[in-house]
């Protein structure tokens, strides 16, 4: 029987697919949903310290091709999440999960992680390193001396297992110099991409979203080529001991497939899922098998990363 189950450091995982941030995990209800799916775990909307509403609707709109979005980060508050995971890994259940979070400033995001820290919760953390609809708030990941700031507090206290999510790069330079930071730090996982911030969808003459005069986060079917080059560009790069989550304009299990064969041990869906809703793992995980089962592939330890080059 083929089998689609990975690992990031040292947790299992049946599945390698799961819900990308930010789609069906604001509320308990939503995560139980992706919990009872096919999908091998969950990661939460990011966490803030506090509460936040996020920007005015419309704030998400899908395309022929994919979405946009500018949400603005809203969330339940930390504590929300955090209380969820850790009731979860104390019931002993089989499926680990990743709480998502970051901080309004860097001063917030290690009071999260100090939090996270001394809680009970042993579980993964996505230290989102990329939002990009926060008016005012740059994408962190751009900066490389605040992201190395960062992590080089952050692991000066944080002992747990700890990953980033990062926004896509486009510049090989930018990978190198990426890659060399990451390296310097035991982090378990770096998962690429968030959005291709700041696009713009146009309806006759109107912008689709409010926030920002229309400018938002890019998911779909255009940034699958940006997703697997960077999944691959982290590949070639950074210590084998920091895995790769793949997540960028899957929604087949072609495109799992495309994502794992650059590197990805796991997988995430975004704005296919905001489409199709949970049943999407059982049949993009049915598509995965049937690829594998053709190619004669066990696991995808068999081709991850295998990318064949000319
Ligand atoms: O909430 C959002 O607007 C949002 C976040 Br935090 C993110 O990381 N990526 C995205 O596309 N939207």
Known sequence: MVSTKTSIGAFDFDN?????????????????????SAAGSFVTKTG???ARAGNPEPRYSNTDWGSINSMGLPNKGVDYYLDFVT????????????????????EETHTILKKVEASNYNGLVELNLSCPNVPGKPQIAYDFETTDAILSEVFSYYTKPLGIKLPP???IVHFDQA???????????????????NGLVIDDETVVI??????????????KPTALANVHAFYQRLNPSIKIIGTGGVKSGRDAFEHILCGASMVQIGTALHKE??????????????????????????????????
């Open 16 to 36: 390698c697919l799961m819900n990308a941030a930010g789609v069906y995990c604001m509320t308990r209800k939503e995560l139980e949903a992706i919990e009872s």
């Open 48 to 50: 803030t310290l506090e």
């Open 87 to 106: 009731e979860l890994q104390e019931e002993g259940g089989h499926k680990n999960h990743f709480l998502s979070l970051v901080g309004m400033s860097p």
């Open 169 to 171: 790069y486009f510049d």
């Open 179 to 197: 890659a060399a930071i990451f390296n310097k730090y035991p982090l378990a996982f770096v998962n690429s991409v968030n959005s291709i911030g």
């Open 210 to 223: 409010k926030p920002k005069n229309g400018f938002g986060g890019i998911g779909g079917d255009f940034i």
């Open 277 to 310: 809703g949970p049943a999407i793992f059982e049949r993009i995980t049915k598509e995965l098998q049937n690829i594998m089962a053709e190619k004669g592939y066990d696991s995808i330890e068999d081709f991850r990363g295998k990318l064949h080059y000319l």
